[in-house]
Structure formats: structure tokens, C-alpha cells
């Protein structure tokens, strides 16, 4: 049942201020400004234990996974990486013991990451897993987990699976934060930020109208580049992935630091850039990559917590904390590429040679 939407990729989007609040539901403690994860199955001397946190997925579980490690080096300050699951099981990786691996998949069937998984298990690995799907394959091979509790994704493209599988690593990033280093106060400043997620959601769903005509202006480009820095890379990459899957258009994410480093080279006025540009620290640096962007007469499509001159267009979205500004960045993408799909008149919710969950090698 669609709900009486067009697709079922735009009412999973719409769906995001409900499903995050699920993922979050009865998971932050106010008193104590920590998270109640009981799904892990590990007490607090296993939780400091960890040197290092490896986390693996397949296609937007993988992208997800990136702004996982991120939350991650940021909150608990653990070194934390995501590579491809499918990668991952081919070169004999070395398994640590001091290492936590972390499984993300929606359908919990993904036939690469499961079997990352079982090779994991073999070397004697702990593994957890972020998974969508109660009672799936890789949620019964993983020592414990969190589930996203956000309901069947029916839509080939990750919507609301990707935002709660975020939302989980917040989670999960403000657990292993609490028992090291993370202060009370910064505790109490991401689960309060986490509580604000909902409502600021409903907020950028509003934005729809808009988006839908900024989708239309430059669905026709022949392709776009997704720029953005640390924090807003996984940014990039998810909203590249989106576009492509759906609607076809060739579609590069980059570092907004390396595109002097050779795509610089691409940048025409067929080529239009998304720049995913957050109110932080890394401000002023992207806007100085607009600028080189501009000189070289590339348009610009902002999407970030204001507007610039520097850009042809500007997507702006609530702020929350610095570190979980991702998840919110994401969902302007999403319709981003659902409205530049629907004006191509793509198969949105089937597209061609992709299928929901891959369970084959
Ligand atoms: C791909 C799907 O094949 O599998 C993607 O087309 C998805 O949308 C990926 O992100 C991983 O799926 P899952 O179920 O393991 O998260």
C-alpha cells in the first residue's frame, strides 16, 4: 500500500520524521545522557575495549556506514572506517580482536555482506549489526545489534532505511562516547539534537515545491558532480547515488578538497555542482571551492544552513549539532533526486538493473 502517494520512494521519504523517531524511540536516556542499546549484548568493559571500529555495507548501507564512522571518531573518538562489504570479503582482511565490525544492511539478506559477515565470524571477529529487516540473515549471524524498527522499504533506492541507519550510529556512537571520553554536556547536546531530528524533518519536507523545480532546472545536465568535506562527503556520495539509481543522470561525488586534485578538470557549464556546505568549522573553505567553481563558470546548487552568492541556487535546512547535520543534509537530496526521476519519467521505484536486495554473489 502505497498510501496515496505516486511512489512508494516518496512516501518513504515523507515517512522520515516518523521512522527516525522509531529508531530513537526509548533509546536516549535524559538523566544520564547516554543511549540505551540493549540489542548489543556487550557490558561496559567489552564497550572500552574496542581500539579500532570497521564497518561494512553494500551500496547505501555502505554510504551510510561512512557517516557511521564519522559520528563515531567524532563522538567516541575510536578510529573508525567503512569499506565495501563486498570488497571487504574478498581480500582477506585481517581480523583484530580489539577491533569492533559493524554489519549494515536494510534487508539483512545482502548476499555480500552477509557472507563478509560469516568470514568475520570464522576468524573470531565481533561483529555487530545495523539492520532494518527483525529475524533477516545477517541479523541472526551478528553477536547482537540495533534494529532501525522503521518499517518495510519497498522503493529499490534507501530512503528512510539510510537516515535511521545514521541515526543508529548516533546512537551507537554516543554509547561508545559515554563509557571514554565524552562529556555529559556533549551527551546531553547530541541526545537533545537527536530529539530536535523529527521536527526538522518535517521542516525540509516542506521544502518539496521548491525542490521539485530546482530537480526540474537541472535535470537535463548530462551529468552533476556531489562535492563536500569531511562531514559532508557521505553527504555527497549518498546524494550522488540516489541521483544515478533513479534517474539515471551520471552523477560523481567528490572531496570538495580534491577537486583541484583532477575533476577540476570537468567543470563546464554542463557539468552543474551539488556542494553540500554545513554551517562548521569547514565553512569558509568550501565557499572558497565555490568560488573556483564558479571561475570556471560550473553552476552551483547549495545545499547547506544558508545561502551564498557564490551559488546559482540554495537549498536551505534547519541546523542541528554540527555532527548530525549529515542525516539532515541528506533528505534535500533524496527529493532532489526523486523530483529529477519523476521529470525524466524514470521507473522511480523499479529501476532498471537493480534489485532491492542483492542475494547473490
Ligand atoms: C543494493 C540496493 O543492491 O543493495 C541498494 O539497490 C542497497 O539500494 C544495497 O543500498 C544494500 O542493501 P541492504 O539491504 O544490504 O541494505
Redesign the pocket.
Known amino acids: 500500500d502505497n498510501g496515496g502517494y505516486e511512489h512508494y520512494l516518496l512516501k518513504e521519504i515523507s515517512e522520515q520524521p516518523d521512522t527516525v523517531a522509531r529508531t530513537l524511540r526509548g533509546r536516549i536516556d535524559d538523566r544520564f545522557h547516554i543511549a540505551h542499546l540493549g540489542g548489543l549484548n556487550m557490558d561496559a568493559r567489552e564497550t572500552r575495549s574496542f581500539r579500532r571500529v570497521k564497518i561494512i555495507?553494500?551500496?547505501?548501507?555502505y554510504y551510510s556506514g561512512q557517516m557511521g564512522a564519522q559520528l563515531i571518531e567524532e563522538l567516541a573518538r575510536i578510529p573508525a572506517d567503512a569499506e565495501p562489504a563486498s570488497e571487504f570479503r574478498y581480500r582477506s582482511p585481517v581480523v583484530e580482536p580489539d577491533t569492533l565490525y559493524v554489519a549494515?544492511?536494510?534487508?539483512?539478506?545482502?548476499y555480500d555482506?552477509l557472507a563478509a559477515v560469516q568470514e568475520l565470524k570464522r576468524k573470531g571477529g565481533r561483529v555487530l549489526g545495523i539492520v532494518n529487516t527483525v529475524g533477516s540473515a545477517i541479523a541472526r549471524e551478528t553477536d547482537g545489534g540495533i534494529y532501525l524498527h522503521a518499517g518495510p522499504e519497498v522503493s529499490?533506492?534507501?530512503t528512510k532505511?539510510f537516515t535511521s541507519t545514521a541515526v543508529a550510529f548516533a546512537l551507537l556512537a554516543l554509547h561508545l562516547g559515554r563509557v571514554r571520553d565524552l562529556s555529559p554536556a556533549d551527551g546531553r547536546r547530541i541526545c537533545e539534537g537527536l530529539r530536535r531530528l523529527p521536527e526538522q524533518i518535517k521542516e525540509i519536507l516542506t521544502l518539496e515545491d521548491r525542490i521539485r523545480d530546482l530537480a526540474k532546472k537541472y535535470a537535463d545536465s548530462p551529468g552533476m558532480m556531489f562535492v563536500g568535506r569531511v562531514r559532508g562527503y557521505p553527504v555527497a556520495r549518498e546524494g550522488a547515488q540516489k541521483l544515478k539509481?533513479i534517474s539515471y543522470v551520471h552523477a560523481e561525488a567528490y572531496p570538495a578538497s580534491e577537486l583541484k586534485h583532477g575533476p577540476l578538470a570537468l567543470i563546464s557549464p554542463e557539468l552543474p555542482t551539488v556542494a553540500i556546505v554545513p554551517d562548521d568549522e569547514l565553512l569558509d573553505k568550501n565557499l572558497t571551492t565555490l568560488g573556483e567553481i564558479r571561475a570556471r563558470h560550473g553552476r552551483i546548487l547549495m545545499v547547506g544552513h544558508r545561502t551564498s552568492e557564490a551559488a546559482d541556487d540554495c537549498i536551505v535546512v534547519p541546523k542541528n549539532e554540527v555532527e548530525l547535520d549529515p542525516i539532515l543534509l541528506t533528505i534535500p537530496l533524496q527529493l532532489f533526486a526523486y523530483h529529477a526521476a519523476v521529470a525524466l519519467e524514470r521507473d522511480v521505484d523499479r529501476p532498471r538493473n537493480?534489485?532491492?536486495?542483492?542475494t547473490v554473489e
Open positions: 555495507g553494500c551500496g547505501s548501507a549494515i544492511s536494510q534487508s539483512g539478506e545482502t555482506t529499490v533506492a534507501s532505511a539509481e537493480l534489485a532491492k536486495s542483492v
